[in-house]
């Protein structure tokens, strides 16, 4: 699938964005979808996935209990809603996806990229 991220912008500290990704493609139902992010000088960092068959989500620690993400297969899209953001949550938001893969955090390893959408949270 080819993916394509958007939603991201400036918020103040303690709001909220939704990022969204839409796929191409008729098998977007059969993906391991899920979100990294890349803040500057850092290493790039899961955040959040959800399993093509089971429906399970997995977080990463820093962001678990604020962040919430979603797919509806209809429509070919995955979200991630953030809530109570911080300033160490700026970063570029990349999604991703793995054709029947394991969404399960490290073992989640993607095939498909999307261009990534720069999220900026202000103190």
């Known amino acids: 699938v080819q993916l394509?991220?958007?939603?991201?912008?400036?918020?103040?500290?303690?709001g909220s964005l939704r990022l969204s990704c839409a796929a191409s493609g008729r098998?977007?139902?059969?993906?391991?979808?899920?979100?990294f992010?890349?803040?500057?000088?850092?290493?790039?960092e899961f955040v959040a996935s959800i399993s093509w068959s089971s429906g399970s989500k997995y977080y990463g620690d820093s962001v678990k209990g604020r962040f919430t993400i979603s797919r509806d297969n209809a429509k070919n899209t995955m979200y991630l809603q953030?809530?109570?953001?911080?300033?160490?949550?700026t970063a570029v938001y990349y999604c991703a996806a793995k054709y029947r893969g394991i969404a399960i955090m490290d073992q989640f390893i993607p095939d498909s990229w999307g261009q990534g959408t720069l999220v900026t949270v202000s103190s």
């Open 4 to 14: 394509q991220a958007s939603g991201g912008g400036l918020v103040q500290a303690g």
């Open 37 to 44: 992010r890349q803040a500057p000088g850092k290493e790039r």
């Open 82 to 89: 953030m809530n109570i953001l911080k300033p160490e949550d």
């Open 27 to 35: 098998t977007f139902s059969s993906h391991a979808i899920g979100w």
